[in-house]
Each structure stands twice: as structure tokens, then as C-alpha cells.
């Protein structure tokens, strides 16, 4: 476990899946704390965000077989403190993943601290001799209510530049081509489980670069931030005190998709010997 911190925050991040375990501000938790309900902090999705149709792909004319979101959250990575304040994650591909996932590749995550904000880059490598393809994204979760005394429809999710959100149905784990219309009261989405009973709110290409969990009954609260993600993600479990807020560069695969993985949406391409970089970050308070 690495710990990183300054005079306003400590956060801890575990070598396995290079994963959020706390963020903590004045003494406040706003992680989840992967209780029964759902037993993850923040797992991180690569090479793939969410589910493949039927669990496989084809690349090259050969079939490869991938697990929802990737392999990376079950992944040991190495670590280097780089000051009290930040760390980065690598994982490099070996025999194994070269079995699931044909390409040679360095993956770094940076984690860093500036006063309330955690900021979180994800940098991918090519070090293969053929184009790279691939998905990343963030899924962390934070703790709602955020204090004991208030309760799950206290809070709302206020996005910065939507009033309206197209939510694209989920159906087995795959996008249908069939959507519906939420309409955002002052850009707020007020916070109720029922929202999640039929799984993910799924956003394609939202206006919104920011989104911001907020009450009117507290202080307490954080901003989100995650530009250069063109998808967006919403979750919780059943009933669960805690809402997900997930930036993809990737999504899952459409109920029509035909498994080439050079033709799945979202999907990002990186040249030999370059690298790629998207960031998100939350602002505590």
C-alpha cells in the first residue's frame, strides 16, 4: 500500500490493480470502502472498458477471449514514489497478457496531489511493432451520503454544461441501440437508487466536462473533472450507498457488434513508440 498526502489530503493507493483505497480530507472518507455490497474501491479498465459481446474479440483473424473491463484491476503493478505527494503505477505486458491481448505495452498511472485535488493520468505506451488498440478508464466510487445523519436522495449530481442527458440502455452488459431522455432540473440530477436498478447510466459524448456531488444540506461535496473523455459512466449497486463516476476513453461493445476489435467504438489506436495520456481529477471539499 502507498500512501501519499499533504496538509489537506491523504490518499492511499494499492500495488494490485493500482487502485484508490481512501480519500480522506479532514478527517471525511469519500471513497467507498468496498463493502459487501459491491468489494471495489476504484478499479481502473484497461485494455477494454466493460463487456465484450459474448466475452471475446477478434483481432488479426484470431479470437481472443477478455474479461469485463480488462485485465489491469487484477494486475500487481510496480510503484515509484516520486515525492510525498505522488506516485506512479506501471505495468508492463508479459506472457500472459500476450495471450489475451496481442500488443506490447507500457502502462503508467500517475497519481498526484495539489491542495483538495487528486488528479489521476493514465499514460499508455506502444512499444510493439504493429498499431496498439485499446480502452482505458477510471470507475471510482464515492461514499453517499458523505455524512451519517443525511441520506442517498440528499445529494444530486449537478453537470456543468447539460440539461438534459441521452442515456443509452444497457442490455446483458452490451449498449442496445435504444436510449431515453433525462431532463436535468437547473443541471441536477437528483440521486436515487432506482436510477441504477436497470444497471449504468451510459452518456455518449456529453457537453459536460465536469460534474459535481452536491447537497443542499452540507458542505461537503466534490467536483469531477474529466476532459478528453468522450464517455461517461454512472453506477452503483442495488440499493448501495455510493455513487460511481466514470470517465471512458472506450465503452462497451454494441448488441450488434461484429468482435473485429479494430472496429469497436470507441476504440483508441496509438502508432509504434508512442505514448497517449488522458487525465480526471476530483476536487475535495
Same mark, same amino acid.
Given at each position: ?10 490518499? %492511499? ?6 487502485? *484508490? ?57 510496480? %510503484? ?23 500488443? %506490447? ?78 431532463? *436535468? ?17 451510459? *452518456? ?11 447537497? %443542499? ?69
Amino acid at each position: 500500500m502507498i500512501t501519499i498526502s499533504n496538509d489537506k489530503l491523504s490518499v %492511499s493507493i494499492s500495488e494490485k490493480g493500482a487502485e *484508490l483505497q481512501s480519500l480522506q480530507h479532514s478527517g471525511l472518507e469519500y471513497l467507498w470502502q468496498a463493502h459487501v455490497s459491491w468489494p471495489k474501491h476504484a478499479p481502473v479498465l484497461f485494455p477494454i472498458v466493460g463487456e465484450l459481446k459474448d466475452g471475446k474479440y477478434i483481432f488479426e483473424n484470431k479470437e481472443y477471449k477478455m474479461s469485463r473491463h480488462g485485465f489491469a484491476r487484477e494486475k500487481v503493478f510496480k %510503484s515509484f514514489q516520486t515525492s510525498d505527494t505522488s506516485v506512479i503505477f506501471t505495468l508492463t505486458s508479459d506472457e500472459d497478457t500476450l495471450k489475451i491481448y496481442p500488443f %506490447s505495452f507500457v502502462f503508467k498511472i500517475e497519481y498526484r496531489l495539489e491542495a483538495t485535488t487528486l488528479l489521476c493520468t493514465y499514460i499508455v505506451e506502444n512499444t510493439d511493432s504493429k498499431l496498439m488498440y485499446f480502452s482505458v478508464g477510471g470507475h471510482p466510487a464515492f461514499n453517499v451520503p458523505l455524512k451519517s445523519e443525511l441520506i442517498y436522495f440528499d445529494y444530486s449530481l449537478k453537470f456543468n454544461n447539460d440539461s438534459v442527458l441521452k442515456r443509452y440502455m444497457i442490455h446483458d452488459g452490451l449498449i442496445g441501440d435504444d436510449s431515453e431522455t433525462i431532463h *436535468l432540473r437547473n443541471n441536477e440530477l437528483q440521486l436515487q437508487p432506482s436510477l441504477f436498478y436497470t444497471d449504468a447510466i451510459v *452518456l455518449k459524448h456529453p457537453g459536460s466536462n465536469e460534474v459535481e456531488l452536491l447537497t %443542499s444540506k452540507d458542505k461537503r461535496g466534490l467536483k469531477f473533472v474529466f476532459d478528453g473523455f468522450p464517455y461517461f459512466g454512472i453506477w452503483a449497486a442495488e440499493d448501495a450507498p455510493f455513487v460511481c463516476l466514470e470517465p471512458w476513453c472506450g465503452i462497451a461493445d454494441n448488441i450488434h457488434h461484429d468482435y473485429q476489435l479494430i472496429y469497436k467504438e470507441g476504440i483508441n489506436k496509438l502508432d509504434v513508440g508512442e505514448s497517449w495520456q488522458r487525465r480526471w481529477s476530483v476536487e475535495v471539499y
